[in-house]
């Protein structure tokens, strides 16, 4: 069943250069258990869509248009009071670089007590005992609940942040670069805790981050983002085996791995758009190595290629065997 | 030495004196972080020698120290048949025409103030290369054609905050290329950028070594990307080296446990792939006390009575492979 389903959305930032189209006429859907990745260079729109989902955008920023359907109802539409109820409850999100964001003078428990008891109408002490088995449950020792936040290591605050997530057992919880400032191992058992979590909950999760690999290792649909739109969608097993959309490949490409056979690897020519004036028609056209007259005069559709996967390109039809080749041309 | 040892580090220590209260200061011993402590190695001419490890394990300090940015607290360092720690400082300036060095942050490392033009100039008025305004110009041209910044007339007018991130690591590879160095120092050059500029980038550090016959230390702790660039390889555990091998050969087969914990952990950009993750105890401890015997020991799967008592020494237990394990021989 189908959890949160986005349909067209587009967010937009008016500043004074201009209108930012940071996201335009976004859609995918996340089913129930499943882990979603969103992936994407950096300023390509990726934590828009999220806060947009949350609706905690900054004041320059606005959704214009399209619908956001948490269990078939509109989050578009709901008041910020209304929005109370959502938060934290049904969607959690565990934001970028959060783990520098505690507050340095209140012990950690408090902290996450303090957001159960903001959310829920429970005793102080109940909101503590929860707060003990959310330690726990992200692997952290029960007896350090009250130490301050400089007392952890990088790796565990991620941890408390985690455990603040799911604190009132949300349906969705959306983590935006949750292992990107950590060292390998540490980032290891991030992944690992939150495959886990997600196992032990049933919970779907939507994970925000610019790097293929960690996605490949979590995530059983991916979407994949170029300036402000999505690209191709897909599940994991096939969007990585064989692209559909030449962003795609070409960014698969660009990442290195510690298996397999060694090869050049290649990259993508170029620097993406500026967001204010994003090209015409395609937006990936400047950098895109089959690019024909089409692409830069008419957007191309979003539209199912195959079977559960979505496209956005003039050509998908005729590139599907040049892209499974490989690094060509 | 051979005569194709470019640098040769001897027992190299570098030891940070941690500043405490007045009290302390008179009653409490002296105490250190051990950030650096006793590396040995060679870089052979023509190679790209990658030292990768966790934050803090102390690659950055090994690399400023070499080209005497950070001075050691005692041991030797030889360039060709120089002897670095004893030079002072006129020679080192001189010797630095020889030794250069990219740092991680390219939003830090130039000069907001400056034109492009005069931080490329700027090397070559100080060491007195060039005598007459077109020779110079001639030269920072080149530099920019170097790395692909064409027509360099145009970016040559150019501030850094007309760049982007890629661009102005090009420009900061140019500064340390305009000397014509035969060494360089590669301080994560590529962690901040996207992936595929991230190639990019690498792909270019790649050619110019072949162009200019350099030598590179490459600093990362991205293995997988490590292996891309790379043709040997030196992990670095708390201040010490763990392993040392040609690049493929430890990646394919990592001796060490340190080494087979990190190169478990790296997450893989293909969902097929399933590996096992090898879990490390606890965390990295503080350079400040170090674990007496070898310092990898309370967090190591495979420990014996004799690691907490004997530190291993790094030898040769296959071809080129050098490991740092009791347990490895």
Request: charge should be neutral; charged fraction near 25%; hydrophobic fraction near 40%.
């Amino acid at each position: 069943m189908t959890l949160l389903h986005v349909q067209d959305l587009s967010t937009h930032y008016f500043i004074r250069e201009g209108t930012v189209k940071a996201a335009d006429d976004i859609s995918f859907g996340i089913k129930e258990r499943e882990a979603f990745g969103l992936a994407g260079e950096s300023g390509c729109g990726k934590t828009t869509v999220a806060l947009s989902i949350m609706k905690l955008l900054p004041p320059a920023g606005r959704i214009i248009k399209g619908e956001i359907l948490l269990d078939e109802e509109d989050l578009v539409s709901k008041k910020e009071e209304e929005m109370g109820t959502v938060r934290w409850k049904k969607i959690s999100m565990v934001f970028q670089g959060a783990m520098n964001a505690l507050n340095p003078v209140i012990n950690v428990g408090e902290q996450i007590a303090e957001a159960i008891i903001t959310k829920e109408n429970i005793s102080k002490g109940d909101a503590w005992s929860r707060v003990k088995n959310l330690f726990e449950l992200v692997g952290l020792d029960p007896k350090r609940i009250k130490d301050y936040p400089h007392e952890f290591s990088g790796g565990m605050r991620q941890r408390v942040m985690i455990a603040m997530a799911l604190a009132c057992n949300p349906r969705l919880v959306i983590a935006d670069e949750p292992v990107t400032a950590l060292d390998v191992i540490v980032q290891g058992k991030i992944i690992e805790l939150l495959k886990e979590l997600q196992k032990k909950f049933d919970l779907s999760v939507m994970l925000i981050t610019h790097d293929l690999s960690v996605i490949a290792e979590v995530c059983n649909k991916v979407g994949i983002m170029y300036a402000g739109k999505l690209m191709e969608c897909a599940d994991a097993t096939g969007l990585f085996k064989s692209p559909r959309h030449p962003y795609t490949q070409r960014l698969i490409g660009a990442y290195p791995s510690v298996v397999g056979e060694k090869r050049r690897l290649n990259f993508i020519p170029g620097v993406p758009p500026d967001l204010i004036n994003p090209p015409s028609g395609c937006r990936f056209h400047p950098r895109c190595p089959y690019a024909k007259k089409e692409c830069p005069e008419t957007e191309p559709l979003y539209v199912e290629a195959e079977k559960g996967r979505f496209v956005a390109c003039h050509f998908v039809d005729e590139l599907k065997d040049v892209l499974k080749q490989g690094n060509n041309p | 030495m051979t005569s194709n040892t470019i640098i040769k580090v001897r027992n190299l220590r570098k030891w940070f004196p941690i500043r405490k209260g007045l009290l302390s200061a008179f009653f409490g011993k002296e105490e250190y972080v051990h950030a650096v402590d006793g590396v040995t190695f060679d870089i052979i001419k023509g190679e790209v020698l990658c030292l990768v490890g966790e934050s803090g394990c102390g690659k950055t300090t090994t690399g400023k120290t070499i080209i005497r940015l950070i001075e050691p607290t005692s041991g030797e360092i030889y360039f060709e048949e120089q002897n670095v720690v004893a030079l002072g400082k006129d020679e080192i300036r001189k010797l630095r025409c020889e030794m250069q060095i990219i740092f991680q942050d390219p939003y830090e490392s130039l000069d907001p103030r400056m034109s492009i033009y005069d931080t490329l100039a700027e090397p070559l008025i100080v060491n007195k290369i060039v005598s007459t305004r077109d020779e110079e110009e001639a030269r920072v041209f080149d530099a920019l054609e170097d790395v692909r910044l064409v027509p360099p007339e145009q970016f040559a007018m150019r501030f850094p905050h007309e760049l982007s991130g890629g661009q102005r690591q090009r420009v900061a590879i140019a500064r340390a290329l305009i000397l014509q160095p035969k060494f360089m120092v590669a301080d994560e050059p590529v962690s901040m950028l996207d992936a595929s500029i991230r190639t990019e980038i690498s792909n270019l550090l790649t050619d110019l070594r072949d162009k200019y016959n350099l030598t590179y230390l490459y600093i990362t702790h991205d293995i997988a990307q490590a292996r891309y660039i790379g043709s040997r390889i030196m992990v670095m555990y708390l201040g010490k080296i763990a392993e040392t091998g040609p690049i493929e050969n430890v990646v394919m087969n990592p001796l060490h446990p340190y080494t087979k914990a990190l190169i478990s952990n790296v997450p893989v950009p293909d969902p097929t792939v399933k590996r096992e993750r090898m879990s490390i105890l606890g965390e990295t401890p503080t350079p400040i006390n170090v674990p007496p015997g070898c310092r990898f020991h309370p967090r190591c799967p495979c420990t014996k009575p004799i690691c907490s008592e004997n530190e291993p020494k790094l030898k040769e237990v296959k071809r080129d492979r050098y490991v740092a394990c009791h347990s490895v021989a």
